[in-house]
């Protein structure tokens, strides 16, 4: 079996500040995702990436940059952080057709 | 782009009971539709899938119904348990391959009482 981390689970920050969110999965997988989920609105896609050093937009990717520099790992970074943004980004990636999701961060801005 | 609707977003039911999600998707071009289930404080969990090219799958106490000409689908789950309180995610996509995107619903929050 396999896992995957993400860190941290829970990040405070302050207006305009970037803020970087960190994946690791041990799966082996190529193809990993960052979804935003907020209550509501369920799952959104920000980015993701097909192989290592690949990255691909998704719907939500303004404000977002990514990094694949390894293939187990999938970093997020909002640019600026928006003020009283609060919500969950979640990592997963992809065997066959079934995706694996990580346990979350959960995002506040004060 | 592809959008999912789910219905409805909340409901509850008492042990034993069925329950009946709705979801209606707008790209005729999806053909690929998984569902996954999130229960209170733990990961998003794939439950089952459907292929266009389908119009029924069981696992278990789920049922999957399938209509492509009405662009809709409908999760089934039969004698409910407390275990099975959880939020559940319809998606579709227009592959079902390897790096395959997926659109979600915004969810049907199910809660079953003992």
């Known amino acids: 079996g396999g896992i995957i981390t993400q860190t941290p689970k829970f990040l405070i920050g302050q207006e305009g500040q970037k803020l970087t969110l960190k994946c690791q999965q041990n799966?082996?997988?190529?193809?990993m995702y960052w979804y935003r989920q907020d209550s509501g609105k369920g799952l959104r896609l920000i980015y993701y990436?097909?192989?290592?050093?690949?990255?691909q937009k998704g719907d939500l990717s303004e404000g977002y940059d990514a990094s694949r520099e390894k293939k187990s790992s999938f970093s997020l970074t909002v640019t600026s952080a928006q003020k009283n943004e609060m919500a969950v980004f979640l990592c997963?990636?992809?065997?066959?057709?079934?995706?694996?999701f990580g346990p979350g961060t959960r995002l506040t801005v004060l | 782009g592809e959008q999912v609707e789910q219905l409805p977003s909340s409901l509850i039911v008492q042990e034993g009971a069925s329950v009946l999600i709705n979801c209606s998707y707008t790209?005729?071009?999806?053909?690929?539709f998984p569902w996954y289930k999130q229960e209170p404080g733990k990961r998003l969990q794939f439950i089952i899938d459907?292929?266009?090219?389908?119009e029924r799958k069981q696992n278990q106490r789920l049922t999957l119904l399938f209509d492509k000409k009405t662009k809709h689908l409908s999760l089934h789950i039969t004698a409910t348990q407390p275990g099975d309180s959880a939020i559940y995610f319809c998606?579709?996509?227009?592959?079902?391959?390897?790096?395959?995107?997926?659109?979600f619903g915004i969810g049907t929050r199910v809660l079953v009482r003992p």
């Open positions: 998606s579709a996509s227009l592959t079902n391959s390897a790096g395959n995107k997926l659109t």
């Open positions: 799966f082996n997988h190529d193809t």
């Open positions: 990436s097909i192989t290592e050093n690949d990255l």
């Open positions: 997963a990636s992809i065997r066959g057709r079934e995706q694996y």
């Open positions: 790209d005729s071009a999806s053909v690929y």
């Open positions: 459907i292929r266009s090219n389908m």
